[in-house]
């Protein structure tokens, strides 16, 4: 869907209005625009751009408290214008205030007011029509519901092993983040949201259960990245077995340290693997890059790097699984 702030043209907006009576719907703006059907905004800046963008922002902000993600909790091993010219102005105008997430919220708002004071400051008035952005976020919501249950019922019925399972179960919790969004600002358009099957505590227990049943043989090129694998390994609840069917591979490749206006560098990356029956199913890269002042502190950095990070990777890898 192409998403795009549409702008609304009347006599008065288009004919910059200039004089030192004060427009009511700068202070009241439900009397002309309905609160029943209307979210409101007003912006003001030294001139009529800004001011239209930071309308469009303070309309944005009546949704600005969004639900954040926020993955695993590793420390309890849970998942948790012309008009056509007008309008390419205004768009971008518009973006230098309204991030992408906040466009996407504000799909069909429409600049509908704009006013000069004697002093030279510039008003304008953004509003939303509260009805078809109930219909479009009431879909969107109901579109995640359809997209979490078919990934829950992929991970229990058809899913090939037990890591893609618990990859699909990620995608699920991944999209209920952005439901819990959707359903937010549901509300706050319709003043009632919707009640969805899979709540983010029934997928993070089902993650959890899912990271339970598994069980990894590990190998590393080094002993101290093995010991960074297997403190991840138990950090997620899964179980270390020599006999499982699972492999998980670590290497960690390194540059000579270089010196570099007073700081010692260490640079390279990290790679971890997982093999299933002999097949391949995950691999994964990330870059290490440490430094500090005494030579012989930069392989501690690099050591305390991997300890703080390996749980992240590592399931990072296993919920890349296909």
């Keep these: 869907m192409k998403i795009k702030i549409g702008t609304t043209l009347i006599l008065g907006f288009v004919l910059t209005a200039c004089g030192s009576t004060q427009p009511d719907w700068l202070d009241k ?4 625009y309905p609160q029943q059907r209307y979210l409101s905004a007003v912006g003001e ?3 009529r751009n800004t001011a239209d963008g930071r309308a469009l922002a303070n309309l944005a902000k009546i949704f600005e408290v969004a639900i954040k993600d926020s993955s695993l909790d590793f420390s309890q091993a849970q998942v948790t214008s012309d008009q056509s010219q007008r309008s390419v102005s205004n768009t971008q105008a518009t973006s230098r205030y309204v991030s992408t997430e906040a466009r996407q919220v504000l799909e069909g708002a429409q600049l509908v007011e704009n006013w000069q004071a004697e002093d030279g400051k510039s008003y304008a008035l953004a509003v939303l029509e509260k009805a078809p952005a109930e219909r479009r976020f009431r879909e969107g919501v109901r579109s995640a519901d359809r997209q979490i249950e078919d990934r829950v019922r992929y991970a229990s019925q058809q899913a090939p092993n ?9 995608q699920a919790r991944k999209i209920e983040h952005q439901r819990s969004n959707l359903n937010r600002n549901l509300s706050i358009v319709s003043g009632k949201g919707i009640k969805g099957y899979y709540d983010r505590a029934s997928l993070e227990k089902l993650l959890r259960n899912a990271l339970v049943i598994l069980h990894f043989n590990v190998e590393a090129d080094s002993a101290q990245l093995h010991q960074s694998v297997e403190s991840a390994i138990a950090a997620l609840g899964i179980t270390l077995d020599k006999n499982a ?19 010692y560098w260490l640079r390279g990356s990290t790679e971890l693997s997982l093999v299933y029956q002999g097949e391949a199913i995950a691999s994964k890269r990330w870059p290490l890059k440490v430094s500090a002042t005494d030579k012989g502190m930069v392989a501690q950095r690099a050591k305390d790097k991997l300890s ?8 990072d890898l296993i919920t890349s699984a296909e």
Excluded: S
Aim: net charge negative; glycine share 2%; no cysteine.
């Design 45 to 47: 800046a030294d001139d």
């Design 162 to 170: 037990a890591v893609v399972a618990l990859a699909a179960l990620e």
């Design 245 to 263: 069917p699972y492999r998980l591979t670590a290497t960690m490749d390194t540059e000579p340290v270089q010196q570099k206006q007073g700081w």
């Design 308 to 315: 703080e990070e390996m749980t992240t990777y590592l399931y």
């Design 29 to 32: 703006p439900a009397e002309q």
